[in-house]
């Protein structure tokens, strides 16, 4: 599975970004697609996951409310509609894919698959 991530940019604060992973290969029904963040300094951190059988998704506290996460089946790729966006949310964002439990879904290291990274810059 190869994952290639977009959609990132500069925006001001209040504006709203929807970043892609386009993934190629077979995605069975049981594999979780998630988005990760990693800013400046600071270890790279869970934003959102989907099953890719829509079955469950989750979010951390700090995007609950602003960012949605969706996939589309057809074309094999996950989205992740960030509004509301501050600066806090400044970061390279990541998507990634694995076969694996739900209740390993934040953790980073448990993903075998991960795209290149976008850049999301929030700023004034």
């Known amino acids: 599975v190869q994952l290639q991530a977009s959609g990132g940019g500069l925006v001001q604060p209040g504006d709203s970004l929807r970043l892609s992973c386009a993934a190629s290969?077979?995605?069975?029904?049981?594999?979780?697609m998630g988005w990760f963040r990693q800013a400046p300094g600071k270890e790279r951190e869970f934003v959102a996951v989907i099953r890719w059988d829509g079955s469950h998704i989750d979010y951390a506290d700090s995007v609950k409310g602003r960012f949605t996460i969706s996939r589309d089946k057809a074309k094999n790729t996950v989205y992740l509609q960030m509004n509301s966006l501050n600066p806090e949310d400044t970061a390279v964002y990541y998507c990634a894919a694995s076969p694996l439990i739900w209740g390993a879904r934040a953790q980073f290291n448990a993903y075998r698959y991960w795209g290149q990274g976008t850049l999301v810059t929030v700023s004034s």
């Open positions: 290969g077979q995605i069975a029904s049981n594999y979780l």
